[in-house]
């Protein structure tokens, strides 16, 4: 059936309408013409031709009807892919922009990890140096550690 309908799509739609049209006319015509001798013995095969042809036209008319309709929705669809393309190409800018900020603010904040961290070796650079440079006698620092060693134990023990 659908190889019928492709095939017949390629007949141009006016000729369903004048076949229609014909159709319509012949059976009103033979209605008169019939009354004469020499119709009056065609007259019913003519009525069943004609007939058959406009049932096929308005068949033909309800194709060519629904093919618009269909053509009409995927014109809307193309319609609306259309934008949401555009729509589409204007998240991908945003999206890519968000991108860029976040890189951005990562690497302000890796730097700032960076600094931070060089501060952090040079503090514990001056407090090994303050350790050996101590004043305090290291006998007095082992028993500190020590008391502290033993408060940790206890508080493990509650």
């Given at each position: 059936m659908e190889q019928l309908l492709w095939m017949l799509s390629f007949v141009p739609a006016w000729i369903y309408h004048l076949l229609l049209i014909c159709a319509i006319m012949s059976l009103a015509g033979i209605s008169f013409l019939g009354k004469l001798p020499f119709f009056n013995q065609y007259k019913l095969p003519f009525q069943v031709l004609m007939g058959l042809i406009l049932i096929f036209s308005i068949w033909m008319?309800?194709?060519?009807?629904?093919?618009?309709?269909?053509?009409?929705?995927?014109?809307?669809?193309?319609?609306?892919?259309?934008?949401?393309?555009?729509?589409?190409?204007?998240k991908t800018v945003e999206i890519q922009e968000k991108i860029v900020e976040?890189?951005?603010?990562?690497?302000?904040?890796?730097?700032?990890?960076?600094?931070?961290?060089?501060?952090?070796?040079?503090?514990?650079?001056?407090?090994?140096?303050?350790?050996?440079?101590?004043?305090?006698?290291?006998?007095?620092?082992?028993?500190?550690?020590?008391?502290?060693?033993?408060?940790?134990?206890?508080?493990?023990?509650?």
């Amino acid at each position: 059936m659908e190889q019928l309908l492709w095939m017949l799509s390629f007949v141009p739609a006016w000729i369903y309408h004048l076949l229609l049209i014909c159709a319509i006319m012949s059976l009103a015509g033979i209605s008169f013409l019939g009354k004469l001798p020499f119709f009056n013995q065609y007259k019913l095969p003519f009525q069943v031709l004609m007939g058959l042809i406009l049932i096929f036209s308005i068949w033909m008319e309800g194709v060519i009807a629904n093919e618009e309709k269909w053509q009409a929705k995927i014109k809307e669809l193309e319609d609306k892919v259309i934008v949401a393309e555009a729509k589409g190409q204007e998240k991908t800018v945003e999206i890519q922009e968000k991108i860029v900020e976040k890189t951005r603010v990562i690497k302000e904040k890796g730097q700032e990890v960076i600094k931070f961290v060089d501060r952090v070796i040079t503090n514990k650079e001056e407090v090994v140096k303050y350790v050996e440079h101590c004043s305090i006698p290291k006998d007095i620092i082992e028993l500190h550690n020590q008391a502290v060693m033993i408060n940790s134990k206890e508080g493990e023990k509650k």
